[in-house]
């Protein structure tokens, strides 16, 4: 019987339901991007406030070293890690890898007093993780242990950039528009994914959702090849393509987006005590972003309704300190998210014929 294929891809090919992704961020990109390659048939549309060079992002260093959700069970953000470092390593290895700003790079993590964590969950995704040997840690002299992997980076621009270039050529439709109230877009679309990083708190009104500010240094030091992270991350030495980032801060509810100069010393200090060729670095650019951050990456469906209507809505923000590390992972989820969407819009849409 002809025009009776139940099968599901065929039944979303005739509908052409129209999604918009609210947020050009990281995740927002990724998130489209994974749409946009599960679901070919969809109306997809970026809509956003700002983009790349002036997302969170651009500010990051963007090293695949994972941040603890502890409202997460380890498995899923081992999982998301998975996902996201496989991806990049195939990028990293084909010829797109310089214009998508995907690199390895290998490095060390030292410790003044010994992690609780000796293995950490992320141990058998990143290559070659070992202890430091006696001769590796003699270049830390204030450090009595450390860790040494190969991980990769992704250096901001280039990879929102590339991303965005995928994007367009997936036929996605590119807006700048800050939406005030996510309502305001259900005449217009029929699924929306809410991908605004901090910008959920006012968008969203959600009360877990906290910035915790970053401040950073992008410096010209082309002789430092190797990462260094001291202890907990909160110091770090991060080489990129074109600069090394050097960090860092980890200020909890603190919205200010202006650099502190006592703060740039500070670093500057910090991480010269960790490599003090450093001292001649050049070039020096200070750097702001707001980490998204709650207890866990809200990764959600939704339906707003208002005097009849209805909207279908995916979250997918608060990806605070890891955003880079999991990107992937939760893009594949939240997409999973708009396939049921999808799928209970062409339920209802049958229904309505019958
Ligand atoms: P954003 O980049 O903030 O994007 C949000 C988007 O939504 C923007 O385009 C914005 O304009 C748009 N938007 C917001 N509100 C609205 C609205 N109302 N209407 C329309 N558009 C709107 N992670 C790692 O994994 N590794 C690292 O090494 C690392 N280092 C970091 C260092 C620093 C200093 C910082 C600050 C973060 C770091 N992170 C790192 C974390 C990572 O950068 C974030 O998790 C990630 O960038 C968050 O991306 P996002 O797309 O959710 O948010």
Redesign the pocket.
Same mark, same amino acid.
């Given at each position: 019987m002809q025009g009776a294929c139940p099968c599901q891809l065929c039944a979303l090919e005739m509908a052409a339901p129209k999604v918009a992704v609210? @947020?050009? !961020? &990281?995740? @927002? #990109?990724s998130t489209a991007l994974c749409i946009s390659e599960a679901f070919p048939s969809c109306r997809l549309s970026v #809509?956003?406030?700002?983009?790349s060079p002036? $997302? $969170?992002?651009?500010? =990051?260093?963007?090293? #695949?070293?994972?941040?603890t959700y502890p409202g997460t069970p380890i498995h899923v953000q081992k999982q998301w890690f998975k996902e996201t470092f496989t991806y990049l390593f195939a990028i990293s290895n084909s010829a797109e890898a310089s214009e998508a700003g995907i690199h390895l790079v290998s490095g060390w993590q030292v410790f003044k007093t010994p992690p609780k964590d000796q293995v950490p969950f992320w141990s058998d995704i990143v290559l070659g993780f070992r202890p430091m040997s006696a001769a590796e840690l003699q270049k830390f002299p204030q450090h009595r242990s450390g860790q040494a992997f190969t991980t990769l980076?992704c250096d901001c621009p280039p990879y929102l950039l590339w991303l965005e270039k995928r994007l367009r050529a997936n036929g996605v439709q590119v807006h700048t528009?800050? +939406?005030?109230d996510l309502w305001e877009l259900h005449r217009e679309y029929d699924v929306v994914v809410n991908?605004?990083?901090?910008?959920?708190h006012? &968008?969203g009104g959600d009360p877990e959702l906290l910035p915790?500010?970053?401040? +950073?240094l992008k410096v010209h030091a082309p002789w430092v090849k190797h990462f260094i992270r001291d202890g907990d991350g909160s110091t770090y030495v991060?080489p990129g393509i074109d600069s090394v $980032?050097l960090? !860092?801060?980890r200020e909890k509810g603190s919205w200010s987006l202006s650099p502190d100069p006592g703060t740039t010393k500070d670093i500057f200090d910090r991480c010269c005590s960790l490599e003090p060729s450093l001292q001649r670095a050049q070039d020096v650019r200070v750097? +702001?972003? &707001?980490?998204?951050s709650r207890s866990s990456v809200r990764l959600q469906r939704e339906v707003l309704s208002r005097g009849g209507a209805k909207l279908l809505v995916v979250h997918?923000? @608060?990806? @605070? =300190?890891? !955003?880079?590390? +999991?990107?992937r992972g939760t893009a594949k989820e939240a997409t999973r998210l708009v396939g049921e969407c999808i799928a209970a819009l062409q339920g209802s849409s049958s229904r309505a014929k019958l």
């Open positions: 609210v @947020g050009a !961020g &990281l995740i @927002g #990109l #809509l956003s406030e700002q983009f002036n $997302t $969170t992002g651009d500010v =990051a260093a963007g090293m #695949l070293i994972p941040h980076k528009r800050k +939406v005030a991908c605004t990083g901090i910008g959920a006012q &968008l915790v500010r970053g401040q +950073v991060y $980032t960090g !860092g801060t750097k +702001v972003g &707001l980490r998204p997918s923000y @608060g990806h @605070g =300190a890891g !955003g880079f590390s +999991v990107h």
